[in-house]
């Protein structure tokens, strides 16, 4: 069974810190890019950070850069988002994504695409 799986969100003060692990079952992880999206209530899907599987390039947002770092363990199928000095404004529900794409910058900028694998989510509260 293709399966991606969230975990690691919660709830955190501004300035803090999460890390969100992506597992990946059912499919050839290492031949497929990952990305991670969220979607804040009332607003559209947004890329947030992108990682190739080809060759480590990675994409991230305006919004994101310098405080979020993307990385995956291909002998553990696992993809990770570490978010450091989290803002209220990143508050969303953070999705963990796959496509087998050389292309992440455009696959990351549109917000994914119809073709993705993608998993349940995982929420992320950044308050005091």
């Known amino acids: 069974q293709v399966q991606l799986v969230e975990s690691g969100g919660g709830l955190v003060q501004p300035g803090g810190s999460l890390r969100l692990s992506c597992a990946a079952s059912?499919?050839?992880?290492?031949?497929?890019?990952i990305g991670w999206f969220r979607q804040a209530p009332g607003k559209a899907r947004e890329g947030v950070s992108c990682?190739?599987?080809?060759?480590?390039?990675?994409y991230y947002s305006d919004s994101v850069k310098a405080r979020f770092t993307i990385s995956r363990d291909n002998t553990k199928n696992t993809a990770f988002l570490q978010m450091y000095n989290l803002q209220p404004e990143d508050t969303a529900v953070y999705y963990c994504?796959?496509?087998?794409?050389?292309?992440?910058?455009?696959?990351?900028?549109?917000?994914?695409?119809?073709?993705?694998?993608w998993g349940n989510g995982t929420q992320v509260t950044v308050s005091s």
């Open positions: 990682l190739s599987s080809r060759d480590g390039s990675t």
């Open positions: 059912g499919f050839i992880f290492n031949s497929y890019a």
């Open positions: 994504r796959a496509l087998r794409t050389w292309e992440i910058h455009g696959w990351c900028r549109r917000g994914g695409s119809g073709m993705d694998i």
